[in-house]
């Protein structure tokens, strides 16, 4: 492992990348008898709409020939954007505290989604070790593309204030009054306006001219046209646009189903939703506005947390700090990847108040997976020493009834971990936690989702309705039931 290596342009200048990796580059004629790794970072919304899991990414890296089965001199690991952040962080944030068990937020801004990622710190630095912290919620609030929102904004703004330049045929008409309101005028000015935005603001990335200006024509009838100029869109549009940003952001200090009790001491902000260039003028007039916004929204929601919004991308952040350090990731290829794992092996059956029921368990595609008989079998579905599953999945029956969630806790002395979806005798000993469906619709249905929530150290098993069943129980009653259990997570090295 110490002839471990990465190029040095490794990481790209913009966040606007959803893929990246880092790849064996150029190492002379002997490159590859060494042994070669490849970091590879996917941001979580492509992940999680595309590949669904991390799993299936890896397994296209030995579908494309990247990686063989049998090949030692070539290993990938995989992460999502922002992970394993902590260390460049501090590196440039040295005054900051992150002591044990603290919380931050990374929060990862793109054009039409900002990703949340609550951090809690689990091994601080020391000589020769970097500190360590892992994501224990991942979170996706989808916006609207912020250039369709900050076009519209300016088009509510020439309603209030707009410098109309007459042609010759209207000059002697100064009293002339058009309406933006009208399909005609809004459609013919919307439809020109974002490429003539994109165009100013990249005139602007080397210089910053508050009085550059964009026209557009009014009407195809005449050469009447207006004038829009960047101040205005910086000062009026650009700035609403942030900080409806900053509110999504600043929302999730106090929403307890985003991060329940956990409040974090940082936020740090990344990214370039407009790509407006990292480090350029435009792209520096967009951080401090984020700064300000995002500070005020602490302010009144009267918490302490400091707030950082950078300058730099997540990899540009990281290309300095590991600059004559070690690789990216690189932990993970020595010592595993430092997850929160289940500390315990769960099983669940379904029953009512009589008997044992049968029934299937289907995966997130819609694959049948499991039948489980009548017999009072109990169906492995966490297990011990591994991650908690991140997606659930639907249960169903064969008739419509009221059931009963088992869900058993092994006992701790249980010598052996049976693999994940084998079935234990019904006997098997273990704390018995239920959630029954009667709680969601007292109309009797056939199908369930079972799902897994981890919040802090706290796993947070839900069951809710897999289908329609009436519209009053959308209003009367709860769409899921949860039962939380207790401190079953710990920390390993997968």
Avoid at 282 to 306: L, N, P, S
Avoid at 333 to 340: A, R, Y
């Amino acid at each position: 492992m110490d002839d471990l290596s990465v190029s040095k342009d490794g990481f790209p200048v913009s966040d606007n990348e959803s893929f990246t990796t880092c790849h064996p580059g150029n190492f002379g004629k002997n490159w590859q008898a060494n042994k070669i790794w490849y970091g590879v970072s996917i941001d979580k919304n492509l992940s999680d709409n595309v590949f669904g899991l991390i799993k299936k990414l890896e397994k296209s890296f030995f579908a494309s020939g990247i990686l063989g089965k049998e090949d030692n001199l070539r290993k990938a690991k995989f992460c999502t954007r922002g992970e394993e952040i902590l260390p460049a962080i501090q590196h440039q944030y040295q005054h900051l505290d992150f002591s044990l068990k603290s919380y931050y937020v990374v929060a990862h801004i793109s054009s039409k989604h900002i990703q949340l990622s609550l951090h809690q710190v689990v091994k601080l630095a020391s000589p020769g070790e970097d500190p360590a912290s892992i994501i224990i919620q991942d979170e996706m609030i989808q916006v609207d593309d912020v250039y369709d929102t900050l076009c519209k904004s300016i088009m509510k703004s020439l309603q209030v204030k707009c410098q109309v330049d007459y042609c010759t045929t209207h000059k002697s008409q100064k009293d002339t009054q058009y309406d933006f309101q009208s399909f005609e005028i809004y459609s013919n000015i919307y439809r020109n306006l974002r490429p003539c935005v994109v165009e100013l603001f990249e005139k602007n990335k080397s210089n910053l001219d508050m009085d550059s200006k964009i026209q557009l024509d009014i009407n195809t009838k005449c050469g009447c046209s207006i004038s829009i100029f960047l101040r205005d869109i910086i000062e009026v549009s650009l700035m609403s646009v942030i900080e409806s940003m900053a509110t999504d952001i600043v929302a999730s200090l106090t929403n307890k189903r985003l991060f329940g009790d956990n409040i974090p001491n940082y936020i740090f902000v990344f990214g370039d939703p407009f790509n407006l260039g990292q480090g350029s003028k435009i792209h520096i007039a967009y951080t401090m506005i984020m700064q300000k916004a995002i500070d005020d929204g602490v302010y009144m929601k009267e918490k302490d947390t400091k707030i950082f919004a950078l300058r730099e991308s997540i990899f540009q952040l990281l290309e300095t700090f590991l600059s004559g350090k070690k690789p990216y990731m690189f932990e993970r290829f020595v010592t595993g990847t430092l997850c929160q794992v289940s500390s315990k092996t769960y099983g669940m059956r379904i029953s009512n108040i009589r008997s044992s029921i049968s029934f299937t368990r289907i995966n997130s595609d819609g694959d049948s997976k499991n039948t489980i008989s009548d017999d009072g079998s109990y169906l492995v579905f966490i297990q011990k020493g591994k991650p908690a599953p991140t997606k659930g999945f639907i249960i169903q029956i064969n008739i419509k009834k009221d059931i009963r969630l088992e869900i058993l806790q092994l006992e701790s002395s249980t010598s052996t971990v049976p693999d994940k979806y084998t079935l234990l005798h019904g006997d098997t000993p273990g704390v018995i936690y239920e959630i029954y469906s009667i709680s969601l619709t007292d109309i009797s249905i056939n199908t369930f989702v079972v799902e897994y929530e981890q919040i802090s150290n706290n796993l947070s098993i839900k069951l809710s309705r897999g289908c329609m069943s009436r519209i009053s129980d959308y209003i009367d009653r709860p769409y899921y039931e949860t039962e939380n259990i207790l401190e079953p997570l710990t920390l390993a090295y997968i």
